[in-house]
Structure formats: structure tokens, C-alpha cells
């Protein structure tokens, strides 16, 4: 039964192209239903990692399992999964109906059940009325609407996304982040998203797994991932941070910028050198000083970014510390910066 | 030296003495095979055309030549097809493959290549009649079939056959319902490119069958040289015309 839990198994997979390693030794379990992101940079190897799930490469070394059962060497059209495609891939010389029909077509369906579920497939997506229509006459989103029920009409076990959004406009992008969102909900099938987009990645997921150089860096719910990076890519990739060269002087307690500052951070060797980690909105600006201030510095920028205002306050050490507040100071004023404990995160180094 | 400046300064003018190239070797005996077509010494006319359509042995040359063109262009699709497929396979197609497949053979006059394909089957003792023309022909013919499928085989999105294994065809599925349909505007431009040449050929007709099979072009040249320049000329229209219909024919489907 523990087996059964999970609908995807990547154990231990290595991908090399001509020697060089995109790859390496990959480990990754998914649930079944869940929403899972593959988030990373490009050039990580997180399209690779779909490609080889959807059965599109092959593996160097390691096994994936479907269900439990090794479908390492399967090829792509035997497997239970469907694929949207980054620039979509609907076929030119085929309506919108005929696309949408293609999988089912190859199944030997019977017409007239056809006809409903690309019926119901293309509500789903919200393209009522559209059977008819030419690919080259549909909008990009439109076209990315197609993909999206061209997969979901096969019923697949597992839905493969690669950065399905990236070629949409910001507007268009957020109304398909949560359609797709909605979609997932509905269907109730497990969706493996490829994204660089770190925003994209927390919105929707269930888990996001961050990966840097063919390597997995830190899966976990986003929140998790967020509040928790396990090392400094992470809390750059993910969000935005001011990382610190620290000190641990023992539990709970941290020295960096010369002062000594509570956290919430156990478990370190005494006095090891470490990262310390800010958001830039958890930070607090005063032009009085108090007993909490972890440093002083003076304005040097302010912008207005729509909701807070982004400033860069530089510290008498040089350093440059991103802050976000709703509220804006002056620039050139000096101001003491403050932090509650559970909002430092410390990292290794 | 200013209103040579501006003379050349002038991109249109570049294609000026293309132009009148084009106007007194190509335009002008158009005109002139029209004008002989319909016009001899008795003024307008178009007892050449009634001609052609009475006599059973022209009209025999005619269709068997247009038969002996569609083979060749059924031969070379059906050898170039899987040539383009194979090539358009990124894997095989370096520059020096690509070279050697369609410059490498211009570097030989097609009357040398004849030549050398008659000499090449009286070696092997074969006998020089329709298939020793169909063979010469699709020798010749054969790169203007495989280029412009290969064409449009290696600019089809990779990604188009990746998503139709994904939705479950298998390779055999693959090319029949998205390759195929995808290739066949080069396929057009293949035919086209093949059978209008083929449909007129004559030198290399006489050459291949020691004269033995005779083609349309053939009948025009004799009649010609025979000073009936007004049926030639006729004959020449109504090949022109079927010419014509079938690149009409190719234009049509390279549009979709």
C-alpha cells in the first residue's frame, strides 16, 4: 500500500548527453492528485526531468516507476500521460475538433462518445463553439487553451506542463494560473509543472521542488520553501533576500553586522560561520533607534513598487540591504532596521 | 555624374537587364509560338489545333508522353520521399552530405550524364527502351524531387511528432497522420518541379533509346526542323498549356 501512495517515482535518475551530466542522481516521489512544480533556472535539467517522465528521453542510469511498476524504457505513446507542450504543438493542418480528437481517435473511440468528451474537454478550457476553427486563427492564449484539452480528454493519469504559460502575456498568465489551478480541482489528476517562474511556482503548487544545476535543491509545500530555504540559491531563487555573513554564538543567537541578535535558529557547532537570511519585508525602518536594532545604515534609494515601496539601505559595513515597507523614508536619512527573531532564517554555510 | 548616381542609387534598375533578357528570349518567342499558332500565310486560323486533334498518332505521343512523365515523377517521389525523410534526420544532414546530394551532381552536363548512362547500359547488355528513359530521367530528376521535400520535412516543428507519440501514435501513426499531411506541400512543389521538365524532355528521350521512343518535345523539334513551323508552334501552345495547368496545380496546394 505505501508503494500505492505515490504516482511517480524518479529514484536515483542521471541524464548525460554526450558526456555531459544535466542530471544527476535525481530522487523525487509524487503523490497521487497532487499539484507538483519543477521550479529551477534554465539550463537545471528540470525540462529534461519532465522529458524523461513523459518518456520523450531515456534515462543514463536510474529507474522511473508509474504506480510502482518500472517504466523506465517504455516508449511514449504506451504511457498513461499526457503532455502540454511549451509552444504548444497543435498540428497545423488540423482543426480545433481534430486536435482535440487526435489521442481518442488513436484509441478506436466510438464517434459518438468522442463527441462528448471533446464536448466537455473543451468547456473545461472555455472554448465553447470553437470545433471548427483553424489553429492559425486562435490567439495565443486560445491555442494554449487547445493544448491543455488536447491532454485532459485522454484522461491521463499524470498531466505534464512545460512552462505551458511562459509565451503568454502577464495578464493572460495570472487568469491561466488559476484556471489551471481550478482544472486540477476538478479533474482531480496529478499535474507536474515546469517552471522558472518562482511566483508561478508558489501560486499554485502542492509541493515545488527547486532545482539548480542538475540537482534538487529543496522540495516542500511553497510555504515551506519560502520560510525555510536550506541553502542560499534557494532563498535567492525563491523570493527575494538579503543574505548575510553571520556568526553562531550559540543557540539562538546570532552575531552579524556587529550586533548580537536573537533567532529562533537551533543546533549549529558554537561560533560556526554562517548565512543569515532576510526578506526584505520582514524588515522594519525607524529613524529612533531601540534595544532591538540588528543594524544602522542610511537610505540610498526609494522606489514606489505599487503596493510597498523598495528601498536600499546602505550599512556601515557597505552592505547593500534591500528593504520593503508600505511606508517610505527619505533618501540620505538614517535609520536603524529591526527584526523580529522567527522572521531570521539561518543557513549553513 | 549625378544622374548616374541616382540611376544606380536606384534598386529597380539592377533588375533591368534581367528584364530585358527575359523580354526578347523568353517573352518574345512565347509571343511569337502564339502568334505562329493561330496565324500562316492565309491569315488567322486554327486549323494546326484541328490538326493535332484528328491525327491519332500525335495525340498518342502526346498522352504516352505525359504517361512516361507521371512515371518518372511517381519514381522519383517514391525513391525521393524516403531520401528528404531520412535527411531531414538532423543527425545525417551536414553540409557535406547536403553537397554532395545536390551540387555534386550539377557538376556534370546532362547530356555527359546521358551519355554516360547509355554507355553504362549497353555495358550491362539492358536494353535501351522505356526504362532506360525512365531511369535517365529520374537520374536527372531526381534532386528537384528531394530538395523541396526535404525542405519542408526539416523545417516541421520537432515538437509536432512529439506530441502525437504523446497522445499515443505510434511511429507508424506518427508519420501517416501528422508527417505526411505535413510534407505534402513539398510534395506538390516536388511533382511540379519533376514533371514539367519531364513532360518536354526530348534530348535525353532520344539519346537514352537510340531514338527508338518518341516524346511529345520530339514531335515539336522534328516538326520544326521539318520548316512546319505553324503546326510546331501549335503543338508547342497545347504542351505549354498542360505545363501551365499543372504548376497551377502546385500553387494551389502550397497555399494551405
Known amino acids: 500500500m505505501e508503494e500505492n501512495e505515490y504516482i511517480i517515482q524518479v529514484e536515483q535518475v542521471t541524464k548525460a548527453f554526450d558526456q555531459k551530466v544535466v542530471l544527476s542522481k535525481v530522487s523525487l516521489n509524487i503523490k497521487r492528485g497532487e499539484f507538483v512544480t519543477i521550479l529551477g533556472p534554465s539550463g537545471c535539467g528540470k525540462t529534461t526531468l519532465l522529458r524523461m517522465i513523459a518518456g520523450f528521453e531515456t534515462p543514463t542510469e536510474g529507474v522511473i516507476k508509474l504506480e510502482g511498476n518500472d517504466i523506465t524504457k517504455i516508449p511514449p505513446y504506451k504511457r498513461p500521460m499526457n503532455t502540454v507542450f511549451q509552444r504548444y504543438a497543435l498540428f497545423p493542418h488540423l482543426n480545433v475538433y481534430e486536435n482535440v480528437a487526435f489521442g481518442l481517435q488513436i484509441k478506436g ?85 515546469v517552471t522558472h517562474d518562482q511566483e508561478e511556482a508558489l501560486t499554485m503548487s502542492d509541493t515545488v521542488v527547486v532545482m539548480n544545476g542538475g540537482v534538487i535543491q529543496q522540495m516542500g509545500t511553497p510555504k515551506h520553501i519560502y520560510d525555510e530555504p536550506v541553502n542560499t540559491f534557494v532563498a535567492d531563487f525563491i523570493g527575494e ?13 546570532v552575531k552579524f553586522f556587529g550586533n548580537n541578535v536573537k533567532c529562533v535558529d537551533k543546533g549549529f557547532a558554537k561560533n560556526a560561520e554562517v548565512h543569515v537570511v532576510i526578506r526584505p519585508e520582514d524588515v522594519k525602518l525607524s529613524i529612533e533607534p531601540s534595544d532591538n536594532n540588528f543594524c544602522t545604515g542610511i537610505v540610498r534609494s526609494c522606489n514606489f513598487k505599487g503596493v510597498h515601496y523598495e528601498m536600499y539601505v546602505e550599512t556601515k559595513e557597505g552592505y547593500m540591504l534591500q528593504v520593503q515597507d508600505y511606508h517610505s523614508q527619505e533618501i540620505g536619512q538614517e535609520v536603524y532596521a529591526s527584526i523580529d527573531p522567527f522572521d531570521i532564517h539561518v543557513i549553513e554555510k | 555624374m549625378n544622374w548616374l548616381k541616382n540611376l ?36 488567322f486560323t486554327i486549323r494546326y489545333f484541328q490538326k493535332f486533334f484528328l491525327a491519332t498518332d500525335s495525340i498518342n505521343t502526346f498522352i504516352y508522353s505525359i504517361g512516361i512523365a507521371m512515371v518518372t515523377t511517381l519514381v522519383c517521389l517514391l525513391v525521393g520521399y524516403p531520401c528528404a525523410y531520412f535527411m531531414a534526420n538532423k543527425s545525417f544532414a551536414t553540409p557535406k552530405v547536403m553537397a554532395m546530394l545536390f551540387i555534386l551532381p550539377m557538376w556534370i552536363n546532362v547530356l555527359l550524364r546521358t551519355l554516360a548512362t547509355v554507355a553504362l547500359f549497353d555495358f550491362m547488355h539492358l536494353e535501351l527502351d522505356e526504362g532506360a528513359l525512365v531511369f535517365g530521367m ?28 504523446d497522445l499515443g501514435a505510434n511511429d507508424f501513426r506518427v508519420f501517416k497522420d501528422v508527417v505526411l499531411p505535413l510534407s505534402m506541400p513539398g510534395v ?69
Open chain 1, 109 to 193: 473511440m466510438k464517434e459518438k462518445e468522442m463527441d462528448e468528451k471533446i464536448v466537455n474537454a473543451l468547456n473545461l478550457v472555455g472554448l465553447q463553439d470553437f470545433e471548427e476553427r483553424n489553429i492559425n486563427q486562435l490567439s495565443g492564449g486560445q491555442q494554449q487553451r487547445v493544448a491543455i484539452a488536447r491532454a485532459i480528454v485522454n484522461e491521463p493519469k499524470v498531466l505534464l506542463l512545460d512552462e505551458p504559460l511562459s509565451a503568454l502575456d502577464m495578464k493572460l498568465r495570472k487568469e491561466m494560473q488559476l484556471e489551471l489551478m481550478r482544472m486540477h480541482k476538478e479533474l482531480g489528476i496529478t499535474f507536474i509543472f
Open chain 1, 241 to 253: 533576500s538579503n543574505i548575510i555573513d553571520g556568526i553562531m554564538l550559540e543557540d539562538c543567537l
Open chain 2, 8 to 43: 544606380l542609387g536606384n534598386r529597380r534598375v539592377w533588375a533591368y537587364p534581367y528584364a530585358v533578357f527575359m523580354a526578347i528570349f523568353v517573352i518574345l518567342p512565347l509571343l511569337l509560338v502564339v502568334y505562329f499558332s493561330f496565324v500562316d500565310e492565309g491569315g
Open chain 2, 188 to 256: 506538390y512543389s516536388g511533382i511540379v518541379m519533376v514533371f514539367m521538365p519531364t513532360i518536354s524532355t526530348f534530348a535525353v528521350a532520344e539519346l537514352l533509346t537510340m531514338n527508338n521512343v518518341k516524346l511529345f518535345g520530339t514531335v515539336i523539334q522534328e516538326n520544326i526542323n521539318a520548316g512546319l513551323l505553324n503546326y510546331g508552334s501549335a503543338l508547342s501552345l497545347i504542351l505549354l498549356i498542360i505545363i501551365g495547368l499543372t504548376s497551377f496545380f502546385g500553387n494551389d496546394d502550397t497555399k494551405n
Open chain 2, 138 to 165: 529520374v537520374y536527372n530528376f531526381l534532386p528537384f524531387m528531394i530538395y523541396p521535400i526535404y525542405n519542408t520535412l526539416q523545417k516541421m516543428d520537432p515538437s509536432l511528432t512529439e506530441a502525437a507519440k
